[in-house]
Each structure stands twice: as C-alpha cells, then as structure tokens.
C-alpha cells in the first residue's frame, strides 16, 4: 500500500513546479506576455517547415498550447535574411544592422543551448537553408 501512494506522489513532486496565486492570475499573466506556458511531450520531435522560396511569416503574440510556431522557425529566418538583403539594397542601413544585431544576438542563444562557443550559423542563399555549424 505504501508503494502506492509513493508512486502516485512522485508524479506531484518529482520535476519543476510552477507556483501561482490563482488561475486568473496566471491567465492573465499570460495574454499579457508575462508568463510562457509550453507543453512538451515525452518524445521531443522537431517538425520545422523548410523554406523553398520567400515566404512572409506573422507571429503572434500568443500561441495556444496547441499551436506548434516553431515549425515556422525556418521560414521566419529566412523571412529575416530576405528583408536583411532588401533593406540593404534599397539603403536602409539601419534596419538591416537591427536584423544582423538579431540573428547575432540568436547566434548566442545558439551557443548557449549547445554550449559551444565557436557556433555559428550559416544561411546558403542559393537554398534557403541555415546550417549549425
């Protein structure tokens, strides 16, 4: 009998805990952006969409639990190096550095997650596809 309640305990203790007020706090926490609930399942599976050609990508603000925006993360880049391009071509310089300062600044991310310093990502124009090397 012991055995049993342990089994059915651990599941509440064993892992992260989050811990708030009452659920309309937390609700409203998160339509305004403050606090990121994600589910991932048993089996992490990474299903991104790749990018054939140029195709504008709109985030949302909010996701449902159900929604999967990352499979979009290849087309948003892409999306990204595009605009880096035209933004450069057609002399709006400053936009293009903000675009640079955020693939540098996810660069990092990058390293971070992989904990690799010399991590970089590269972008095949002729392709479309990105590369962690």
């Avoid at 811990?19 to 937390?26: C, G, I, K, W």
């Avoid at 605009?83 to 390293?111: C, D, H, M, P, Y």
Wanted: hydrophobic content about 35%.
């Amino acid at each position: 009998m012991l055995d049993f309640w342990n089994q059915n305990l651990s599941r509440w203790t064993d892992g992260a805990v989050a811990e708030f007020p009452s659920y309309a706090d937390l609700r409203e926490k998160y339509k305004k952006g403050e606090y990121i609930l994600a589910y991932y399942g048993d089996t992490r599976k990474i299903q991104v969409q790749i990018s054939r050609d140029i195709e504008k990508v709109d985030l949302k603000t909010m996701y449902s639990i159900k929604e999967h925006p990352g499979q979009q993360l290849v087309k948003y880049l892409v999306n990204l190096k595009t605009t880096e391009a035209f933004a450069r071509t057609g002399g709006n310089l400053q936009r293009a550095e903000e675009i640079q300062e955020w693939f540098s600044r996810f660069e990092k991310v990058l390293r971070t997650i992989y904990e690799d310093d010399t991590l970089t990502l590269n972008f095949d124009i002729e392709t479309f596809q990105f590369t962690i090397c």
